[in-house]
């Protein structure tokens, strides 16, 4: 995996990574996953533009799902309260 990332304190990180799939045998099969993500953040809620993503098990403080590949652009918001 590589990974850039750039920081506008206090709201706005902008990140950009691929992960590579080197390990597999078949070179036929060592893909690339391209991804990026532009987040805001204030005081309550954070603001998430994210790219195509890989499948995947998700686990987030002990809650695991399973995520769908994607290759579209998703938004997640999350506030508290």
């Known amino acids: 995996m590589a990974l850039v990332e750039f920081n506008m304190a206090p709201h706005w990180t902008l990140t950009a990574f691929d992960e590579w799939n080197y390990g597999n045998e ?31 098990l998700l686990c987030v403080g002990g809650v695991c799902r399973f995520v769908p590949a994607s290759n579209g652009i998703a938004l997640t918001v999350s506030s508290r309260f």
Do not use: P
């Open 26 to 56: 078949d070179s036929d099969k060592r893909f690339h996953y391209f991804n990026g993500s532009i987040n805001y953040v204030d005081w309550y809620t954070c603001r998430d533009l994210l790219g195509s993503q890989r499948a995947r």
